[in-house]
């Protein structure tokens, strides 16, 4: 099991020491162009949640790969690089040009851009040709079947899953406005888990594929539950900015709950939810 | 602005007292091993019940102790101001740069809330410094006892008329305030104020136009050069996380 940031829930250059305490860091989404982001305010607390609509900004390709790569490859910690665009292109020409990472994620599904929607396989195929790097999609559980989205990527040379991004939603301040700037943002936190448990253990089933869980884990138990419905890694997002410290916490955290749950490494976890039918009889 | 390293690792500190100064509550926690740091700088209180922590500068220092001024305006500031002796929270800071104390001739302005930083700026700088205080009423107002001897300015009549010339203008107030004083002081030192879910450079919610270009607040601040922030395009109200 390896413990990871969510993409866009910390910036190694600006934490080194939190990076550190991670098996890998994952940049915020890199697009081809540079973008400032959304218009402040970007945030907004929600009941256990909070709505974000950062716009994905970032510094560009360009930049990113002469400036902000080589500077994160003093860190000593793996890199995953997330990639976004607007079309297949975008992601595919970004692809082509990183070199050694230990991976690359597709951010298929930020619900700040314009989604595409349908398109994810041919984003995944496009990327596969353009690189041996292992490929991640991450997915949006907006989709109503995110396990088809998960067999279509498989499909088109996946090496894993991302599971999941943010939901949009939706936040009034006390005059009936709403409180982010561009209106809608993306829901992180606690109120995701379900969705995400959900989205880990379909996918799962569907694919095989090694799953990155994430959504809403605060706490060493919950990434029990994700390696539990498939997941084999997991990703800690909006529980890093109340708590920096929040990666040595919840590993030690997942260690007492294997230790719990009768389970000897997290690398056993992986899956071993039980099924409806044998965990609730009916009282006679 | 001065600049240290960031923390990476919250603390708990345990409630030493909390006081009624007007409609404020000053939330007095035990220091432990935290650093006070340099006025102006942020600490990340954990606000009991709620997910995010909230944002709050250094009001004042006492031998042992850290104290914060806190406004309850949302659930967050609500839920400290309803802390009692003895309870603790997660603490993580001093984050973010804080004011330049090498100034000639200082003087301090506040309006509001923004009052809370002011006692520890004036404790650092020695203890005659000159205060003007603005506030929307009398009731407010009672939060001047932490400044003695301020000069204070109530309802309509506003604080930036009371400034005189040849002074070091360090500020602290709401945003309309604040642009005031920088079209008029291009040089002094202003504490800013944006939502914040981190306060360490992790969720890029607290952007300000600063420089021409959004940037992070709890990297760059919350205190600034009147020069880098006067050409601020968006409206940054409070907005963002309720308080």
């Not at chain 1, 402040?40 to 256990?48: D, L, S, V, Y």
């Not at chain 1, 595409?116 to 490929?135: F, M």
């Not at chain 1, 997941?231 to 800690?236: I, M, T």
């Not at chain 2, 839920?79 to 993580?92: P, Q, S």
């Amino acid at each position: 099991m390896r413990l990871l940031n969510a993409s866009g829930c910390l910036d190694a250059l600006a934490a080194p020491q939190v990076a550190r305490e991670l098996d890998g860091f994952v940049t915020k989404t890199v697009t081809p162009l540079p973008r400032e982001g959304s218009a402040p305010p970007r945030i907004a607390e929600t009941a256990h949640g909070m709505l974000n609509s950062i716009g994905l900004a970032n510094p560009g390709r360009e930049r990113f790969l002469a400036d902000h790569l080589p500077r994160l490859r003093e860190l000593g910690v793996p890199l995953w690089v997330s990639v976004g665009g607007f079309c297949a292109e975008d992601y595919a020409e970004t692809c082509a040009a990183l070199g050694d990472v230990e991976a690359v994620e597709l951010n298929l599904s930020c619900p700040n851009v314009d989604e595409a929607a349908d398109s994810a396989a041919e984003i995944v195929a496009a990327c596969r040709a353009a690189t041996r790097l292992p490929l991640y999609a991450k997915l949006s559980a907006a989709h109503p079947d995110v396990a088809e989205v998960a067999r279509a990527v498989a499909a088109a040379g996946a090496d894993g899953l991302s599971l999941i991004n943010t939901l949009r939603g939706l936040a009034l301040d006390r005059g009936l406005r709403p409180v982010l700037a561009r209106g809608s943002g993306g829901l992180s936190g606690p109120s995701l888990k379900p969705v995400a448990l959900h989205a880990v253990a379909a996918c799962h089933a569907a694919t095989g594929l090694p799953i990155i869980g994430m959504g809403g884990i605060t706490t060493g138990r919950d990434a029990l539950e994700f390696l539990a419905c498939g997941a084999r890694d997991v990703a800690l997002g909006t529980v890093l900015f109340s708590d920096p410290s929040a990666p040595g916490r919840v590993r030690a955290e997942l260690d007492a709950a294997c230790a719990e749950a009768g389970v000897v490494s997290s690398d056993d976890a992986t899956g071993i939810a039980k099924s409806p039918e044998n965990s609730r009889k009916v009282p006679a | 602005m001065s600049s240290v390293p960031q923390p990476s690792r919250r603390s708990r500190s345990r409630v030493a007292g909390s006081e009624r100064v007007g409609p404020y509550t000053l939330l007095r926690l035990e220091r432990g091993a935290l650093d006070p740091g340099v006025p102006g700088q942020f600490f990340m209180l954990e606000a009991p019940g709620r997910l995010l922590p909230r944002p709050f500068s250094l009001c004042l220092a006492p031998p042992g102790e850290l104290a914060f001024l806190v406004d309850p305006i949302g659930p967050g500031t609500e839920a400290l101001c309803a802390l009692e002796r003895g309870d603790d929270i997660a603490v993580l800071g001093p984050l973010g740069s804080g004011y330049r104390l090498d100034v000639e001739r200082p003087l301090l302005v506040a309006g509001g809330i923004g009052i809370a930083p002011l006692p520890y700026l004036r404790e650092r700088l020695g203890g005659g410094t000159p205060v003007l205080l603005g506030f929307r009423s009398a009731a407010h107002a009672e939060a001047a006892e932490l400044l003695p001897g301020a000069q204070v300015a109530i309802g309509p009549e506003l604080v930036t008329d009371l400034v005189p010339d040849g002074y070091d203008v360090l500020a602290c107030g709401p945003e309309p305030m604040l642009h005031v004083v920088a079209e008029r002081w291009p040089d002094s030192q202003l504490a800013w104020e944006a939502p914040m879910a981190c306060g360490y450079g992790a969720c890029y919610g607290c952007v300000v136009e600063i420089d021409g270009a959004l940037k992070r607040l709890c990297l760059e601040g919350p205190v600034l050069d009147a020069a880098r922030v006067r050409k601020l395009q968006f409206a940054t109200s409070r907005g963002g996380v309720a308080a």
